[in-house]
Nanobody, 119 residues
Framework: QVQLVESGGGLVQAGGSLRLSCAAS????????MGWFRQAPGKEREFVAR????????YYADSVKDRFTISREYAKNTVYLQMNSLKPEDTAVYYCAADPTQTLRYHYWGQGTQVTVSS
C-alpha cells in the first residue's frame, strides 16, 4: 500500500508561484510513475502533469505547459509541482497520484491540497 500526502497549497495572487509537494510512503516509490491532477468547483478532475519512473520524461496539460514543472526527489520519496505565473483559472484542489504499472492507471491518490489564485 502506498500513501500520498500533498502539501504546499494556499492563497496566492495572480502571477505568483507555489510549489506543491507530494510525499509518498513505501519502498517502491522509485518504480512508480507519478502524476498531478486538479479539480475545480463544479468541474471534473483533470490531468495536470506526469513524470515517469526515471524522471526522464515529463508530460503536461496544454493549459499549464511552460508554467508548471513536475519533478521528483528519490531520496525524499517526494514529487513536486512548481507552479509559476499562476492564473485565477488554476484555482482547484490539486491531487497527486501514483501509477505503479506505468500504464496511466493511477492506483493511489492523495487527499488533495487547495490552491486559490486571486485576481
Amino acid at each position: 500500500q502506498v500513501q500520498l500526502v500533498e502539501s504546499g497549497g494556499g492563497l496566492v495572487q495572480a502571477g505568483g508561484s507555489l510549489r506543491l509537494s507530494c510525499a509518498a510512503s513505501g519502498r517502491t516509490f522509485s518504480s512508480y510513475a507519478m502524476g498531478w491532477f486538479r479539480q475545480a468547483p463544479g468541474k471534473e478532475r483533470e490531468f495536470v502533469a506526469r513524470i515517469n519512473w526515471s524522471g526522464g520524461n515529463t508530460y503536461y496539460a496544454d493549459s499549464v505547459k511552460d508554467r508548471f514543472t513536475i519533478s521528483r526527489e528519490y531520496a525524499k520519496n517526494t514529487v513536486y509541482l512548481q507552479m509559476n505565473s499562476l492564473k485565477p483559472e488554476d484555482t482547484a484542489v490539486y491531487y497527486c497520484a501514483a501509477d505503479p504499472t506505468q500504464t496511466l492507471r493511477y492506483h493511489y491518490w492523495g487527499q488533495g491540497t487547495q490552491v486559490t489564485v486571486s485576481s
